[in-house]
């Protein structure tokens, strides 16, 4: 119960690798209407899933995941909308540049990526350390993004960020330190099973064929290196977050913000509102933070029916 209650308020926060030959059979695959390139941008190459016609839609995945998550709200977007799925730097089949890993510099990544698909501007949902790169890009270059779903995950420096970040299940943002990476080199799965496990309500509804998808994903060279750069980057990221509210205010998009039933609940539009004029609430029931692994149907609903508003 309590630790139900803890989730509800404070809260931590892969591609088809080939799309007709995922790592994992309950991976679910993009449909064959979706190709992949590598995109240059900003001084790194992204992998990105490109599938459907109509208004953009990007999709921005987080850690213990990759593009890989969206393959079922991809293929239902896809019927009327161009949908855009990039690996985050780093992370997936994406590059692994030594620097660059603050949201704000993520957020330049994803515009190169725009720039290279002629997309002037998109709708966006977001997920964990996604919704950090999501907000970067959209107080940084407000007239590319049209509508924001953003789910399940706080911003650093935002609203009680600092309360946030005491929660002792969110050790792994200080997981810092010469010896981290000998410490789960070999043992990615263990590592990754601590947050499915810890995170979820069921961690039963994480089932293997998934878990050793992104096991693999995450024991590729660098791949864990790059995840800590990503909560290393945290501070700064407070700081930039602070400095662009200041100069630009909230955001003027229509927001929705959801919220897992088991993780961070109606806090998630708490959180938002302190950064966004047009903030609407909503609840992944049955779920706790991985919502597209525990309840997939609802948040393909919630999000599909908000962006074609």
Known sequence: MRRTCLLRYLLSAVPALLLSAPLAARVEPFTESFHTQ??????????????????AVLLLHGFGDSGDMWAPLAAELSKDHEVIVPDLRGMGLSE????????????????????????????????????????ALAAQYPARISRWVVIDAPLPGIGNWDTIVRSPLLWHFNFRGPDVERLVQGRERIYLDRFWNELSADPKKIDEQTREHYATLYARPRAMHDAFEQFGAFSQDATDNKALLAQGGKLQIPILALGAEKSFGDGQAVELRFVGSNVASGIVPKSGHWIMEENPQETVRLASEFLRK
Do not use: C, E
């Open 38 to 55: 590598m995109i240059s941008t900003n001084g790194t190459r992204l992998f990105v899933r490109v599938g459907g016609k109509g208004p």
């Open 96 to 135: 692994h540049p030594d620097v660059g890993y603050t949201k704000k510099n993520q957020g330049a990544d994803i515009t190169g990526v725009m720039d290279a698909l002629n997309v002037r501007s998109a709708a966006l949902v977001t997920h964990d350390i996604g919704n950090m790169v999501g907000y």
